[in-house]
């Protein structure tokens, strides 16, 4: 439009999401940081009011949920998807918008239903709605949320991580098809946790499988990681998927995502006491540890495999 | 979903958009309010730090821009009405964050093309564009955006207009369609100025039409307005449109929206000052008047006929 064209480096740009992403990182960079952290982790770090958190999600119709799923777990899910980002942050969230585009003239009782299930998730975090959108499309419908949050004494970011870290998962992963992905509790209580009481060195959280998310933390920490497939926590719905489709259960709770868990990285005796003391009142799993070299992961006979981030991978 | 249910009273959900709004603030209504403002102004108040401001917009394809807009508009447009809502509410808007439902495998030069145009206004206007989403969906483009600001002394609230108060509004109105929509400039600057040196009643932006934002602000404020249609300043665009429809260019002005000028209550000694120094270095104009009736216009022939809320309604 008007003024300075934006940066961002020659056209085409770049067609995986995450190279996507650091694009637009470059695209929307204005002038100098000074405390603010941008494009690229769980969420958006502001250097305002003792550190604040801004963070958005938006879920559509065929790719994120079927037209039968129920509209309450698709306004859990648009909103939680965000608070498991500030989660991810170690945050408190405080406020969010609900954005809804539907078909025109029809299915007001859907996103009125879409509205209490969001209402209910926030009210019981203590998160208010402040405010959103609702329009009009001929497409299918759209559903997102954005929420601020605020820092509890430091952010936790995917950076930080080093080798001889130990690698944490909370509560167990795989088979969110099968439902949990419309009813999964965001990690809110133990993100307030970790970031007040331990020291945490990374943290993100497993929206696109844990393979996936698990190479993004190394990334940004420049570290890579090993870990035990025998060591990871399957949930039930992975062994009923792995039941279906033949594939072994390890490999759903490393792959399928949407589990919205948190993996963490903390020095080993740190982690011995988050696995012990549990923050959140949830369980917490030591996986692998954080390694110089490529990640890769200990199959179960014993023989060991590159991870080149397993999971999900967004069309663009 | 979990925990109580949402309030917002018994299904279906009303069917025009000013009372699904209100349904909407009913149900997401958590707790005491205690210096919130949430659903139903321009923008929601946060006690926090001094005031912080916070909205989105989403704009879809085949209902807020066609099939052959330019990529840069569309992300202009998106971000500048969510920033035209935070110039409503007097504020500085500080970051946004940005996203985007698009069809899967194409379009990446598109989604290029918007971000840079959202970049482009956000950098022009000292606002951070920190972070987003990209999903992909079978349907039209949805582009969408949040703002979080903070409030510059306080909040320019719909409500707080009285009987005997002016009525300005910034720039001039119609015609938008033509391709303004696409191109405004969000009043920032002059809800900034209006916040901090003049004792502004009630403001809100034009977006749906003239007639129909001026009531929803007398609605808010507990009274009416009559308005004069020769006073009220007429675009180019409205008069190049008006010859094309046959309509009068004053009531394009009046009924077209997209305008994302500011419209204004003040008392009669300060909306002088306000149409003589100009805040924000654009042009007032007064229309008309707060009165304690119902809303109303003045013809250009004198006789006075009721004003219903012209403009654009949402199909919902």
Redesign the interface.
Known sequence: ????????GS???P?T?DK??S??AR??R?GDPGG????GDD??V?P??GG?L???????????FTRRALP??I??KALGSSLSDIAAMGGTP??A???V?AS??KG??R??GI???A??????L???????????????L?V?A?V?G?VNRRPLLRSGARPGDRILVSGSLGGSSLGRHL?FTPRVRAGEALARRYRVRAAIDISDGLGRDLVRLCRASGCGARIEAVRIPVSPAARRLSRRTGRSAWRHALSDGEDFELLVAAAPREAARIARERPGGIRWTQIGECVAGASRIVLPGGRESPLRGEGYV???
Chains 1, 2 share one sequence.
């Open positions: 439009m008007r003024g300075a064209r934006a940066r961002g056209l085409p740009p067609a999401e996507w992403v694009w637009l695209a929307f204005v603010w952290v941008g494009v969420a958006a502001l305002l009011a604040l801004l963070t958005c999600d938006t879920k559509a119709e065929g790719t994120h309450g777990g306004g859990h405080l406020a918008l609900l954005w585009c025109k003239g007001l009782r996103l009125a509205a209490r299930g209402a209910a998730l926030a009210r019981s203590g998160v208010r709605i402040v405010g959103g959108d609702t329009i009009a499309s001929r497409g299918p759209v997102g954005a601020l605020r009813t967004h069309p663009l």
